[in-house]
């Protein structure tokens, strides 16, 4: 049995506008989509998380092949969860192949965690993602340097919004109401239909319910 890898011992130095990435992506296509157009710092030892976004926000990437050979990222989800000096969005590559053992993942970040959940085709798309993210983290710290120690919030607004948006008929508009009213995935997923309703109106509470019941 494998044991388990060392924790890390504290925040990881990220500095403005690069991204600091395990060194077992070096030379990946995700690596390569991602050189040019942010900076990029590989670093073994990393055990928690595959790359981070600044030292309070990480990503942890599940690839197909791990999603297909079953539940051992959960440890490692659980231990980012459960850091206190880390927040966590978990990208996930959904493809035909591996689309069937979505569902379980999808519940247990989402529901079970209380994680922000990304669904990628693709290592181009994912590095997509990624470049985003650190772009509208680079803006706003320039637009207001004070900003720099909470930058996690931003980050962890933007992810939720994404993730919000998975629900059947919600786009981004109404991910943006429910979130001001329900802020966390929690508390969206114990909401009512009557409390939903108040929100979106019947047909999309009725759609947001039966998603997180089924999934329950």
């Keep these: 049995m494998e044991s388990d890898p060392p924790g890390d011992t ?3 130095h990220v500095p403005l506008g690069y991204v600091v990435a395990h060194e077992k992506w070096r030379g ?8 040019g157009k942010i900076k990029l710092l590989f670093e073994d030892g990393l055990n928690l998380a595959d790359f981070y976004l600044s030292s309070r926000s990480c990503i942890i990437y599940i690839t197909e092949a791990e999603l297909v050979a079953g539940n051992s990222y959960r440890k490692r989800l659980v231990r980012v969860r459960n850091c206190g000096h880390l927040q966590g969005i978990v990208v996930v590559e959904k493809t035909q192949i591996n689309e069937q053992y979505f569902p379980a993942i999808q519940k247990f970040v989402v529901l079970d965690l209380g994680m922000a959940l990304l669904p990628v085709g693709n290592q181009m798309e994912a590095a997509c993602l990624i470049v985003q993210f650190v772009e509208e983290q680079s803006q706003v710290i320039r637009k207001n340097p004070f900003l720099r120690k909470t930058t996690r ?3 962890s607004e933007t992810s939720l919004v994404r993730t919000v948006q998975q629900i059947p008929g919600v786009g981004k508009v109404k991910a ?4 001001q009213k329900f802020p966390s995935i929690q508390q969206l997923s114990n909401a009512s239909i009557q ?10 509470a009725q759609q947001i319910y039966t998603f ?5």
């Design 28 to 35: 990946s296509q995700l690596a390569q989509e991602m050189q």
């Design 212 to 216: 997180f019941t089924q999934s329950r």
């Design 176 to 179: 943006l109401l429910l979130l």
């Design 195 to 204: 409390e939903l309703e108040q929100v979106v109106g019947p047909a999309v």
């Design 153 to 155: 919030v931003g980050l």
């Design 10 to 12: 504290g925040p990881v």
